[in-house]
T-cell receptor, first 116, second 114 residues
């Protein structure tokens, strides 16, 4: 149990376009989902925390208008990178937590975004 | 503020040798501690977790870690390395500070020599 999927697994887009990444908890309800960004050979950096039905909480330095997060249901959260630039190229990973044990996170396989 | 320090960005061991990956944390309250493994271009897989129960925690694939409050450490060990253990390992601390937040260490790349 506790499987999290991400779609797409990789995406290439042109500068100026927007890209949406989906994160789904397949076999449990996730009241909280987290979005991380990982640069090559670096650790994970928390971008934002999203709770179902409410606005996401962004970490300091993360542009909320650029990285739009929606958590419309207990099994789906989306991250939209708007007006993408080459510097947005990165590995984006989501995780989901169960309501009663939200300190346990289950990670998705990640999405590789390349902006040309 | 909490932080996680992983000593050694790279660790190399021979197959069959002991694996020791070090992690120290700083936290003003007892944290939840985790070790994750990441293979190239993949997400994170939970190896084991400490959540204030037994201080010696056993995880998957023969890994274990010991929570030592006096040393603020949570080092990861495995008695005998296998080639398939070569990967990136992350130590992480989660606290509830008006919402759960996880801080990751910088990671340690484990190399296993034949």
């Amino acid at each position: 149990g506790a499987v999290v999927s991400q779609h797409p697994s990789w995406v290439i887009c042109k500068s100026g376009t927007s890209v949406k990444i989906e994160c789904r908890s397949l076999d449990f309800q996730a009241t909280t989902m987290f979005w991380y960004r990982q640069f090559p050979k670096q650790s994970l950096m928390l971008m934002a925390t999203s709770n179902e039905g409410s606005k996401a909480t962004y970490e300091q330095g993360v542009e909320k208008d650029k990285f739009l997060i929606n958590h419309a249901s207990l099994t789906l959260s989306t991250l939209t990178v708007t007006s993408a630039h080459p510097e947005d190229s990165s590995f984006y990973i989501c995780s989901a937590g169960r309501f009663e044990r939200v300190y346990e996170q289950y990670f998705g396989p990640g999405t590789r975004l390349t902006v040309t | 503020a909490q932080s996680v320090t992983q000593l050694g960005s790279h660790v190399s061991v021979s197959e069959g040798a002991l694996v020791l990956l070090r992690c120290n944390y700083s936290s003003s309250v007892p944290p939840y501690l985790f070790w994750y493994v990441q293979y190239p271009n993949q997400g994170l897989q939970l190896l084991l977790k400490y959540t204030s129960a037994a201080t010696l925690v056993k995880g998957i694939n023969g890994f274990e870690a010991e929570f030592k409050k006096s040393e603020t450490s949570f080092h990861l060990t495995k008695p005998s390395a296998h080639m398939s253990d070569a990967a990136e390992y992350f130590c992480a601390v989660t606290r509830n500070t008006g919402g759960f937040k996880t801080i990751f260490g910088a990671g340690t790349r484990l190399f296993v020599k034949a």
